[in-house]
């Protein structure tokens, strides 16, 4: 997802501090959006850790909120953006390798690697995205089946077809995570208005993650 449109020992000892519990909270002022970060995607995971050690998200904007699709931030351009400045194209000059597989999918509420159109599907190093999607029927999967190539299992239709998400990135962005706890918050935040290219006509920040 560039424009990351849907977008290292040195992390180990930061990570080891988050090892066991693996969550994470993102404060905004419409409330916190909690969330857990998978073990079988440790790259991504031990990336996003160090970053937020770094204090790295806060102040950073959600710069693309779509309703039914998804919400995305970390642009590290988006701190001190201009209102209406065209954001999304910021990040700390490495990828981290994909890792996709078929546990993780893009159900409402995931947590994805936004990235461009790298051959290899490696992501941002910093820009995330949180799937808010919408309701599938065995008809709309199987159109997207056809279209992308990617088959569902039993339990991913299901989900598709009760809490929803978006089929249509499954095998092309890495999930590495869900939200938990406040999908009311990120729906708030879907559904704010915004500008033609998809940026908030108000700024949503990240006030913390930690």
Excluded: W
């Amino acid at each position: 997802m560039k424009t990351f449109t849907i977008l290292l020992l040195l992390f180990i000892p930061v990570f080891s501090c988050f090892a066991k519990k693996h969550k994470v909270t993102i404060q905004t002022e419409y409330g916190n959006i909690k969330l857990v970060l998978y073990k079988n995607t440790p790259k991504n995971t031990e990336n996003m850790v160090a970053r937020i050690k770094e204090h790295f998200y806060d102040s950073l904007l959600f710069h693309r909120c779509i309703p039914h699709f998804v919400i995305q931030g970390g642009d590290p351009d988006s701190k001190y953006a201009k209102q209406g400045q065209l954001l999304g194209d910021g990040d700390l000059k490495f990828l981290v390798p994909a890792e996709i597989n078929d546990v993780n999918f893009h159900k409402r509420g995931a947590l994805g690697v936004a990235r461009d159109n790298t051959p290899d599907k490696a992501g941002s190093a910093c820009q995330f995205y949180i799937v808010v999607g919408k309701v599938y029927d065995d008809r709309g999967l199987d159109s997207v089946s056809k279209l992308t190539g990617h088959h569902f299992t039993p339990e991913q239709r299901n989900t598709y077809k009760t809490i929803g998400g978006d089929p249509k990135l499954d095998g092309n962005y890495t999930v590495f995570g869900e939200v938990k706890k406040g999908m009311d918050v990120v729906d708030k935040i879907a559904n704010m208005e915004r500008d033609k290219n998809d940026r908030p006509n108000k700024d949503i920040r990240i006030i913390r993650l930690y």
